[in-house]
């Protein structure tokens, strides 16, 4: 399986303060690769530096085998689409104006749109069932709404990949899904590889192909959803009592909070698991 992302020890400090840590891993063609870890982790600053925004210090990155120094930021905005965690809500714009912004990378010396800009654009808010919105103002629309124009947008752009940092994180339950469906559909019908930031730990269980988990710019451990999420992993990366168990709907870890009132679940749970017969 071929990468479409390289990172070689990458190293990033702000000022004293340490952000990035020797980083280096790899994401493949048409993977669903999650980024999880706690705050100030440097989840947002790894997106920055993947999209060209913040340079690192230190290391290297190579898109689909080319040196990142090498792409200009037009170049660049036609392999890697960035949907951020929120949109402003005074953009004054409509919804259809924004999504058709995704096409400016492709667009010519006079940056006029042709039919068949608009078609791409036309056909990126239908994927993500925003036409109905098409002439509404952004300030008109919902937290959810919003998003979906955003990633609308990125569509547009025709990338390899689309890199989200926390898109899911001030939505309800059901845009959340919605939202988590509409990467898988664009990974399997599309072939977009796709690098999310995510801070739920469960619903990235339920779509992650692989798990990075980091604490303090550091990787504390890369791999598929069962070999990130053990009890003992996360309890020392989050500092904080929780039980895993299994997902009954798929076969990937699931996480509980213990709040504190309940913390004697952390010490019972042990002898439970203990006192169970081998099979």
């Known amino acids: 399986m071929s990468h479409v992302l390289d990172l070689k020890h990458l190293c990033l400090t702000y000022g004293q303060r340490s952000v990035l840590n020797d980083i280096s891993f790899s994401v493949h063609e048409r993977e669903f690769f999650?980024?999880?870890?706690?705050?100030?982790?440097?989840k947002t600053t790894l997106v920055k530096t993947i999209s060209g925004v913040v340079k690192p210090q230190k290391g290297a990155i190579k898109i689909l085998g080319q040196s990142l120094s090498r792409f200009s930021r037009k170049k660049l905005a036609r392999y890697i689409a960035v949907v951020p965690q929120t949109a402003p809500g005074d953009i004054p714009f409509s919804v259809a104006e924004v999504v058709l912004l995704g096409r400016f990378p492709h667009l010519g010396f006079m940056?006029?749109?042709?039919?068949?800009d608009l078609e791409i654009a036309e056909q990126?808010?239908?994927?993500?069932?925003?036409?109905?919105?098409?002439?509404?103002?952004?300030?008109?629309?919902s937290g959810g709404e919003r998003q979906?124009?955003?990633?609308?947008?990125?569509?547009?752009?025709?990338?390899?990949?689309?890199?989200?940092d926390e898109p899911t994180a001030a939505l309800d339950l059901s845009h959340q899904i919605h939202i988590m469906d509409l990467m898988e559909q664009l990974r399997c019908d599309e072939g977009i590889t796709v690098v999310m930031v995510s801070h739920d730990l469960n619903l990235a269980a339920m779509y992650a192909d692989r798990m990075l988990l980091m604490k303090n710019g550091s990787i504390v451990k890369l791999g598929h959803p069962s070999e990130v999420?053990?009890?003992?992993?996360?309890?020392?990366?989050?500092?904080?009592?929780l039980l895993v168990d299994e997902n009954p709907l798929k076969k990937v870890p699931r996480v509980i909070q213990a709040p504190r009132k309940l913390r004697y679940v952390s010490a019972l749970k042990n002898d439970l698991f203990a006192s169970q017969?081998?099979?």
Do not use: W
Request: aromatic share 4%; net charge positive.
């Open 34 to 42: 999650i980024v999880i870890g706690p705050n100030a982790s440097g």
């Open 111 to 116: 940056g006029l749109e042709s039919a068949n």
């Open 124 to 141: 990126a808010m239908s994927f993500t069932n925003v036409t109905h919105l098409s002439t509404r103002r952004m300030d008109q629309l």
């Open 148 to 164: 979906r124009v955003l990633i609308a947008r990125a569509i547009c752009q025709k990338p390899k990949i689309i890199v989200l």
């Open 229 to 241: 999420m053990s009890f003992e992993i996360l309890e020392k990366t989050y500092e904080c009592v």
């Open 277 to 279: 017969p081998e099979k």
